[in-house]
């Protein structure tokens, strides 16, 4: 049976048998078992009998999603797509899945014809507001969360991205407000930054406690809670990391550790050629930034990278062994590793940030070129970043000197920032984070 004829019946199909519903439920089990190789096992044997189904074509799409088998997700979804073209399930699929690889527009123009389909997709009007951040158009990604949270007041998820987009507005009542409502991923350590940043100091610490007595432990927390400790003069307890500068680490990657200067070029030249759209980042100035995973990407130098990069993590867990600091022996038993490419011309830099939903942060140096002026080109380390208020108090910053193959890890909660430089050569780095699983 062809492509062309699955796709004619997903348009046309039987009805269910009480067998074949059976077997659907099967597989959904699988799925919210997280059994993902037997997902696709029973997925292949079930759509291989009925091919009509689009439900097990949809989760043998899921199960390859989730172990990081894009393409074919991608091929599943796409064939989906063309054989039932009025399924908004499908259409969205398909975008969320462009936009793990950062193929944004499409990803976009998926949901928007999913939308047209299902007007209330609530799913779809979400990914459509991510999409929009993406792009850097906030305006339509405040509506999104806003139509949202219209159609459902409690709407977790996008109380927290609505409340991020007003965070980032320096709207922090706004902000306050909304993460108060959500419980989704880090709103409560938001929460306390919103109460940190209006300088409501005795409710500030009041919720501290609370985080600290529910057992959260993560690097935006941390990050708050150390500024805070050198703006109002207290000692830092924040179960994280309270001795980041120490745990900064810098090696080498060399050709020897597998990864060659013909991957290394590879993985430039994907990035100049544009093929996946780039992120915006309000952050970089003068630089471009790739979107999605890039460790999700089949090609030889990604897949290569991730494993030289996999052993440099073992490296630097291996050094600070007998470190007690939280970040590391409170290591995630799940996580996947992020990446991305930020390349920069001359007089570019990266203001200071920290990555809240990472652990383990990191850069590996593409090309590093020489530029006149101290520490330009550099990377910079300080408590302070994101324009927290100091009261006048003095931070420390550390910069480190980065060359070409060096690889610098340290832990996420560390505010972090590229010293501008000047040259014709771009400056090119692959940043990555460990990321839980939760």
Not at 16 to 25: D, F, G
Not at 148 to 174: A, K, T
């Amino acid at each position: 049976m062809t492509f062309a004829d699955i796709q004619e019946k997903l348009g046309n199909r039987p009805a269910v048998t009480s067998k074949e519903e059976q077997e659907l439920n099967a597989l959904i089990q699988l799925f919210n078992n997280r059994n993902f190789n037997q997902l696709i096992t029973a997925g292949k044997q079930y759509t291989k009998e009925h091919p009509h189904e689009g439900g097990g074509w949809n989760l043998l799409a899921l199960g390859h999603k989730h172990l990081g088998n894009l393409a074919e997700a991608i091929n599943i979804y796409e064939f989906l797509v063309k054989g039932a073209p009025k399924s908004a399930s499908f259409l969205s699929n398909l975008g969320n899945t462009y936009m793990m690889v950062g193929r944004i527009s499409e990803s976009i123009s998926c949901y928007e014809k999913a939308l047209e389909l299902d007007p209330n997709l609530i799913n779809a009007i979400e990914a459509l507001g991510l999409a929009y951040l993406e792009i850097d158009q906030a305006d339509k990604a405040i509506s999104s969360f806003k139509r949202v949270i219209g159609l459902d007041n409690n709407h977790q998820s996008s109380l927290y991205y609505l409340g991020n987009l007003y965070l980032g507005m320096d709207c922090c009542q706004e902000a306050r407000d909304l993460f108060k409502k959500s419980s989704f991923r880090m709103s409560k350590s938001h929460y306390l930054e919103c109460l940190y940043r209006l300088g409501e100091k005795e409710l500030f610490y009041q919720e501290y406690s609370k985080l600290v007595a529910g057992g959260v432990v993560n690097p935006l927390m941390a990050s708050i809670v150390s500024h805070a400790s050198v703006r109002f003069g207290v000692p830092d307890d924040n179960p994280f990391c309270l001795k980041a500068f120490d745990h900064i680490y810098v090696g080498r990657i060399e050709k020897t550790d597998g990864f060659t200067d013909e991957l290394s070029k590879k993985l430039i030249d994907f990035h100049n050629g544009n093929k996946n759209d780039f992120r915006s980042q309000n952050l970089l100035t003068n630089g471009k930034q790739s979107s999605g995973n890039l460790f999700l990407l089949k090609e030889d130098f990604a897949q290569e990278l991730k494993i030289v990069i996999e052993g440099k993590i073992e490296q630097y867990r291996t050094l600070f062994s007998n470190s007690k600091q939280g970040f590391l022996t409170l290591w995630p038993q799940n996580y996947e590793l992020f990446g991305w490419l930020i390349s920069m011309k001359g007089g570019g830099h990266l203001r200071a940030h920290i990555h809240k939903e990472g652990w383990l942060s990191g850069s590996f140096y593409l090309n590093v070129p020489e530029s006149p002026g101290k520490d330009a080109g550099n990377i910079a380390f300080s408590l302070h970043g994101l324009n927290y208020p100091t009261d006048g108090k003095y931070y420390e910053q550390k910069v480190v000197e980065v060359r070409q193959r060096d690889i610098c890890m340290f832990p996420s909660s560390l505010f972090h920032s590229t010293i501008p430089f000047e040259s014709t050569e771009e400056r090119i780095s692959f940043a990555f984070d460990v990321k839980p699983i939760t």
